[in-house]
């Protein structure tokens, strides 16, 4: 571990440079973040408006609405991963040879890309975040105890999908095209993790099928808990559920990496 946190600095460097290099595609990926939440939340809205008493949907209102879309878009980007699209390229083009080459696992210079590209485009999303804000006037119901728990939430949640997308990334062993198993992940996400509605407004079946997925305490439980709509202990017990998919993301990690590396050496990288 002191081996990786020594390189950390460097590969953070690194990735910082590569980014700069790249900066309009940058801007692009990180609007795209906006764009699908602002729909969402202008629907929503609509919803509202054609409503029975033209008040509110499951206890969401206008406002109400605004504020979970904003903290999607919050959530969403610092829960953001790619590698599921990225391990392909890697595998297939033998451009993950030298960074097995290295003292420290290729997952850690994944980590650092991923933290330089969040870091980044902060300085272009905060000032977008914050005109949406100013137009859309969200309400919340947050105190002190769900800011604290919100950000334990949120960083536990980018790293529940972390792990389980390079673990999803890893199939790239056995299957060079990975790019569908990341659609069908983010398609799964929208529907069970919150970012087409607050899932207490989505049918019962769904809200179940919600919960024995890692999708819900990504995205849905900490933007419930930021907007303070959640009790200490379902507070408590979403934090316990995010740190269990952690746990299983680990063991499942190190499974699929022993056995992808040897599939990897044996066709000849």
């Known amino acids: 571990m002191r081996t990786v946190v020594s390189a950390l600095p460097a590969y953070l460097r690194q990735s910082l440079q590569v980014?700069?290099?790249y900066r309009g595609?940058?801007?692009?990926?990180?609007?795209?973040?906006?764009?699908?939440?602002?729909v969402s939340m202008a629907m929503w809205s609509a919803a509202v408006a054609g409503s029975k008493n033209g008040q509110s949907i499951g206890g969401f209102g206008p406002r109400q609405f605004a504020a979970y879309f904003l903290l999607t878009m919050v959530v969403g980007h610092i829960s953001t991963a790619w590698d599921v699209y990225e391990m392909g390229r890697l595998v297939?083009?033998?451009?993950?040879?030298?960074?097995?080459?290295?003292?420290?696992?290729?997952?850690?210079?994944?980590?650092?890309?991923?933290?330089?590209?969040?870091?980044?485009?902060?300085?272009?999303?905060?000032?977008?975040?914050?005109?949406?804000?100013?137009?859309?006037?969200?309400?919340?119901?947050?105190?002190?105890?769900?800011?604290?728990?919100?950000?334990?939430?949120?960083?536990l949640g980018a790293i529940v999908n972390y792990l389980?997308?390079?673990?999803?990334?890893?199939?790239?062993?056995?299957?060079?095209?990975?790019?569908?198993i990341?659609?069908?992940?983010?398609?799964?996400?929208l529907f069970f993790g919150g970012r087409l509605a607050p899932l207490t407004i989505m049918p019962i079946p769904i809200q179940k099928?919600?919960?024995?997925?890692?999708?819900?305490?990504?995205?849905?439980?900490?933007?419930?808990?930021?907007?303070?709509?959640?009790?200490?202990?379902?507070?408590?017990?979403?934090l316990i559920n995010q740190v269990a998919w952690i746990a299983l993301g680990i063991v499942v990690f190190h499974l699929l990496w022993r056995r992808g590396v040897k599939r990897y050496s044996a066709v000849g990288a």
């Open 92 to 155: 297939r083009t033998g451009a993950l040879s030298p960074r097995l080459l290295r003292p420290i696992l290729p997952v850690w210079q994944s980590v650092a890309d991923n933290v330089s590209y969040k870091a980044l485009t902060l300085t272009i999303l905060i000032p977008i975040w914050l005109v949406i804000a100013w137009l859309t006037q969200p309400m919340f119901s947050t105190d002190r105890t769900h800011l604290l728990f919100g950000i334990i939430a949120t960083l």
């Open 209 to 238: 099928i919600a919960t024995a997925l890692p999708f819900k305490w990504v995205i849905w439980f900490p933007c419930e808990v930021l907007a303070g709509h959640t009790s200490l202990n379902s507070m408590k017990g979403g």
């Open 164 to 180: 389980w997308c390079y673990n999803l990334a890893m199939i790239a062993f056995w299957a060079t095209r990975t790019d569908a």
């Open 25 to 38: 595609e940058i801007v692009l990926w990180a609007v795209w973040g906006v764009v699908y939440p602002t």
């Open 182 to 189: 990341g659609e069908f992940w983010f398609g799964a996400s």
């Open 19 to 21: 980014m700069f290099q």
